[in-house]
């Protein structure tokens, strides 16, 4: 059972919330199964996150291809080659790690909801709009306390099961 004003756990017995003080009147707001918002919203979130990675990577591949053509025919300044090739890296190595952390929070990995908010806090501002839309979406499903109590729950079903 958890409290409605701060969703810390409570026993049925407590009248009042041992976090937040708040009185605890008739039936406490419980979390039943298969009906909390991470539950709901993780594996489209997974999805989301492979198909954006996918993307991703794609655009960086691009930009070393465009990189391997380009640098000998085009008379380019000294420093664009190798500016050129370290963004196409960094996009490549964003997208694996953003191919990760969909498939940890397919998976239920105990990481995997961590890596997907520092994703979603780079993607707010380096992949607008579609990014930003998708860490606005993961922030929402996974930032909030009771999101990572949920969360632990649905990580420690797995194990269990």
């Known amino acids: 059972m958890f409290c409605d004003g701060c969703g810390a756990q409570v026993q049925p017995h407590q009248t009042f919330c041992s976090q937040c003080g708040k009185r605890i009147l008739g039936a406490v707001a419980e979390m ?3 009906r909390g918002r991470v539950r709901q919203h993780l594996n489209l979130l997974g999805i989301l996150w492979l198909a954006f990675s996918a993307f991703n990577a794609v655009g960086g591949l691009l930009v070393l291809f ?4 380009f640098m000998y025919r ?3 300044p000294p420093f664009v080659p190798p500016l050129l090739a370290g963004i196409g ?20 990995e105990s990481w995997a909801r961590i890596l997907a908010l520092i ?7 380096t992949n607008i709009p579609f990014g930003t839309a998708l860490g606005v ?3 929402w499903t ?6 990572e109590q949920e969360y632990e729950a649905l990580v420690a079903a797995k194990v269990a099961a």
């Open 32 to 34: 039943p199964p298969g």
């Open 74 to 76: 085009l008379n380019l």
């Open 142 to 147: 996974l930032l909030p306390r009771e999101a």
């Open 119 to 125: 994703l979603a806090f780079i993607a707010l501002f």
């Open 89 to 108: 890296w960094l996009v490549i190595l964003k997208a694996a790690v953003g191919l990760a952390a969909g498939f940890g929070l397919l998976q239920r």
């Open 66 to 69: 465009a990189y391997k053509i």
């Open 137 to 139: 979406y993961t922030l």
